[in-house]
């Protein structure tokens, strides 16, 4: 008898530590930060001043590399069209590399959250275009329902396959938003509430190196206007200059592009992002001006003229790494000369 209830309370006190151990875990979402060592920044090749890829594309068209007559599944001479086929393998590409995504505004703003030894990777998509996001109906709730093999269908299956690869995308619309006259509100709408941003790439595709003050801030001012008027607070005050004109900071019209005063309000753009050709500076370093920010064109082109294979070959060696904490940076102490002096983390040396 007293062996069974010895027995019985060391069965209870199992069963008690267990239930015990449970609670902590689900109280503990993420698991425990423990400080990071040199040792691990050294294994890690941690630089958090290294450079970081943001990639232009435009459509992304239904078709197998073979269907096309140019190189590496580019529907275009100059590959600003791409297959899905193309899509698919760059997502794998920058995965398997070791990239994760983040918001292009999280960029701007030094706010990198990326886990130890990964590196950041920057997606937007220019001109609206229907294959960025196809809508092919409404479901019985009234949800839109997205072609899979639209950009955004094939973005939104990534998030399934790799829950960590943080999928997200800056979309930068024009004055027929994604070209799908019933369904551009909701389409919208969809993007901001699942992780998706929308910016300004002017009313009419303007070349601001060709045009006025006025008609300047008219083709700014006009869509956010429009995004005030659909997605109010949700998008990010970035345009992506058509053509990447004016090419130059201090052509006369880019003071209405960051100060735009148009129909009683004013609008104030943070980013002005150009076409082409490399990777960007991290946002901690001394080099780095959020006002116009360079990409890099994804297309293929046997690995030349800054193609993604010839940019991610240079960035093997430039590359940023995150320590995987977004409050602190952490460099090596070769670069330290590099370090912005306005950035305002907690900065580590190695
Ligand atoms: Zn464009």
């Known amino acids: 008898m007293k062996k069974v209830l010895i027995l019985l309370i060391l069965l209870l006190l199992v069963g008690c530590g267990k239930k015990e151990n449970e609670v902590t875990d689900n109280e503990n979402d993420k698991p425990e930060v423990k400080e990071l060592t040199e040792e691990d920044y050294i294994n890690n090749n941690v630089n958090e001043l290294g450079e970081v890829p943001i990639m232009m594309y435009h459509g992304i068209h239904a078709m197998k590399n073979s269907e096309t007559s140019y190189t590496g599944g580019n529907v275009d001479k100059d590959g600003y069209q791409r297959t899905t086929e193309a899509f698919i393998n760059d997502l794998e590409f920058y995965y398997s590399n070791g990239y994760r995504m983040i918001r292009l505004s999280d960029y701007v ?69 994604f070209e799908q006259k019933e369904y551009n509100e909701k389409i919208l709408n969809w993007l901001v509430d699942n992780g998706y941003d929308i910016g300004n790439h002017t009313y009419t595709h303007v070349n601001f190196s060709d045009v006025d003050a006025n008609r300047s801030k008219e083709e700014v001012g006009k869509i956010y206007e429009l995004l005030d008027k659909i997605i109010p607070n949700k998008y990010v005050n970035v345009v992506a200059l058509p053509y990447g004109s004016p090419y130059s900071l201090t052509h006369s019209n880019m003071q209405y592009i960051f100060n735009t005063e148009y129909n009683g309000k004013t609008y ?72 912005s002096d306005s950035v305002k983390k907690e900065v580590k040396e190695y």
């Open 109 to 177: 703003d030094g706010n990198i959250d990326v886990e130890l030894g990964k590196s950041p990777i920057i997606l937007t998509f220019d001109d609206g275009l229907s294959n960025a996001i196809k809508v092919t109906g409404l479901d019985s709730n009234g949800n839109i329902i997205i072609d899979p093999n639209s950009a955004v269908g094939i973005l939104e299956s990534f998030k399934k396959k790799y829950p960590d690869y943080n999928v997200t995308a800056t979309f930068f619309i024009n004055g027929g938003l």
């Open 268 to 339: 104030v753009t943070k980013s002005a992002l150009r076409v082409g050709w490399k990777a960007e500076s991290s946002p901690f370093s001394s080099d780095f001006n959020p006002k116009f920010l360079k990409r890099i064109r994804a297309y293929d082109n046997d690995g030349v003229e800054f193609d993604i294979e010839m940019n991610f070959k240079l960035l093997e060696k430039t590359r940023y790494i995150s320590d995987g904490d977004v409050n602190t940076i952490v460099i090596p102490s070769s670069k330290s000369e590099m370090l």
